[in-house]
């Protein structure tokens, strides 16, 4: 048990001393040699918790994005459910305050690890992950259209206004380290561009 409880503790004193690293210099230009430095231990002790640099950024990023898109994943289908149950977006509750907000908490929970794969995931296979994030929001409105009946959609404007909602947290969080600042920035910001997103990615098909 005592072993076992002195590995975690060097497991993750590589991770906070990687994460310093990465936020430093980047994923190209980190290297493993002063990460085992600055935690303590041999530059050979690492590979008795990570492949190699690749694996032990996954141990860093994946698990924090993983959560992020399980949340965006569920609100989505929860708004796909909402459009079964109402006849026009004029009947919508257009706040999206806690949604905002819980999105806000998780990804500040995680801040060190989402700036890193932000600035940092260059040549990882995670440097597409903001793509990947739009991807998701971008794919919610047909099957949304699909439930309500009686709306098209432009194609075009629904990739942008997905880009810019994407891009807003991503200003804010590049910006803001404080989580009650980020929160209200946030907040305004995503009711706003939501109300935007109904005016220009939706037409009323005509009956």
């Known amino acids: 048990m005592m072993k076992e409880n ?27 040699r002063n990460i085992c430095a600055n935690a303590g231990v041999t530059t050979g002790a690492i590979y008795f918790f990570f492949k190699n640099k690749e694996d032990l950024f996954k141990a860093i990023v994946d698990e924090p994005l993983n959560g992020l898109k399980e949340i965006l994943i569920e609100h989505f289908k929860e708004d796909e ?24 908490r998780y990804i500040y929970g995680y801040y060190d690890n989402f700036l890193i794969l932000l600035t940092s995931a260059e040549n990882t296979v995670y440097e597409h992950c903001v793509d990947e994030l739009v991807d998701l929001a971008e794919k919610s ?67």
Do not use: Q
Not at 6 to 32: M, P, Q, W
Not at 81 to 86: M, Q, S
Not at 176 to 205: C, F, H, P, Q, S
């Open 81 to 104: 459910e909402l459009a079964h149950n109402i006849s026009s977006f004029e009947d919508i509750d257009l706040d999206h305050t806690e949604i905002s907000d819980r999105l806000v």
């Open 6 to 32: 002195t590995d975690y503790k060097k497991r993750e004193l590589l991770i906070e001393c990687a994460k310093r690293e990465f936020l430093e210099k980047g994923y190209n230009k980190a290297s493993l």
């Open 141 to 207: 409105i047909p099957k949304m259209m699909m439930a309500l009946g009686g709306y098209t959609y432009d194609e075009y404007m629904t990739h942008w206004m997905s880009h810019i909602t994407v891009d807003a947290f991503i200003h804010v969080i590049k910006h803001e380290r404080d989580t009650e600042v980020a929160a209200k920035r946030i907040r305004a910001t995503l009711n706003w561009l939501v109300k935007g997103w109904i005016e220009l990615a939706l037409v009323k098909e005509d009956k």
